[in-house]
């Protein structure tokens, strides 16, 4: 007998939806309590070995996979460090970013980055809220007040970069014996007049920076004019650079890179010869420092070190560290001058004595 069809399939019929197991279903399946199964799954030092055996084998069988969410409210971990830095867009901070993140890796740590945006507000309102969702901060370069981050120290494991907080631990990268090199080598080359373009104001190492070149220009019997605050961008370089030339001094020590070549930037726009006529330093020695024209004098920090470091110090403080003994309060890291291009002998109006301000 024929059969007649209209050459269209049927559709298949969807199989069932399985739930994904639950921590319910792994207690049922061993006959034990929810309670004792989150035990032997995030504390198995709390129940028998043969507990946790068991309450494994069922949630391999059942493919339960515990929510990291759920997970880290029962074990008060979440395995998440956060950093904050003041500009994401800075390199110098790219190194900072490198430095943290291999070692939080490393520790089984994922990393959270957070941009303050050079924002007191924004820095304020971050380290709020962020104590309820990681383990512990590394704060780069923070605006806010030492009473303010020994606050958040007694709510979180924290750890400064480029700041010295009394009881909180910290590690500063040593620009202030750096800028007495540069002075020094400002001065071996005829200098008599130097201008500090200087950066934010609640930068606690750009205020550090220029005590320390105001002593040395005073100690060797020069004249140093602070300028600014300028923000740390390259946008702010042509004011900086604008402010240097009324001053008439022939060099000026940037408060970063980023603002040094903002200053290499106008001064070659306006006709200005580096170091011809004036010569510019810089701070940090952030990639692409020496590929300016001319290349940037500058001091050379170890700011993926500081990273690590600032990582390994607040492993410490979690018990996840080297196990060292005792955890480090402060590390200070030494800083170095290069020397490139964009300094250079005074030029022959500067060889006469001026009078120091």
Not at 176 to 186: A, D
């Amino acid at each position: 007998m024929a059969v007649e069809s209209s050459g269209a399939l049927a559709p298949p019929v969807p199989a069932a939806r399985r739930s994904p197991p639950t921590i319910s279903d792994v207690a049922d399946r061993c006959g034990v309590a929810v309670s004792t199964v989150s035990r032997a799954l995030t504390r198995p030092g709390r129940v028998s070995e043969a507990t946790r055996l068991r309450v494994v084998a069922a949630a391999e069988a059942l493919g339960y996979q515990a929510n990291p969410r759920a997970r880290s409210l029962l074990s008060g971990r979440t395995d998440t460090i956060a950093l904050l830095v003041p500009d994401i867009t800075n390199p110098f901070f790219f190194g900072v970013v490198r430095g943290t993140q291999r070692q939080s890796a490393a520790a089984g740590y994922a990393q959270l980055l957070v941009d303050t945006q050079e924002s007191v507000e924004v820095e304020a309102r971050e380290l709020a809220r962020l104590p309820k969702s990681v383990d512990g901060l590394v704060l780069a370069a923070s605006r806010l007040s030492d009473d303010e981050l020994v606050e958040v120290a007694a709510t979180v494991p924290l750890v400064t970069l480029n700041r010295d907080v009394p009881s909180v631990p910290g590690v500063v990268i040593d620009t202030t014996s750096g800028m007495v090199q540069v002075v020094e080598h400002l001065a071996s080359l005829g200098h008599r007049h130097l201008a500090f373009a200087a950066g934010p104001v609640t930068s606690w190492s750009g205020a550090r920076r220029w005590r320390a070149v105001r002593a040395a220009a005073r100690r060797l019997g020069l004249t140093a004019t602070r300028l600014g605050p300028f923000a740390p961008t390259v946008e702010s370089g042509a004011a900086a650079a604008d402010a240097t030339l009324n001053t008439g001094a022939t060099a000026v020590v940037a408060f970063n890179d980023v603002l040094a070549i903002g200053v290499l930037k106008r001064l070659r726009e306006r006709g200005v010869g580096v170091p011809q006529e004036v010569s510019v330093v810089g701070c940090d020695d952030i990639f692409g420092a020496d590929f300016c024209h001319p290349s940037l004098t500058t001091l050379t920090a170890p700011v993926e070190s500081a990273g690590r470091v600032a990582t390994d110090m607040l492993l410490d403080q979690l018990g996840r560290g080297t196990g060292r003994g005792v955890p480090r309060a402060q590390e200070v890291l030494p800083t170095h001058l290069t020397v490139r291009e964009s300094t250079g002998p005074a030029p022959a109006r500067a060889a006469r004595p001026r009078s120091r301000s």
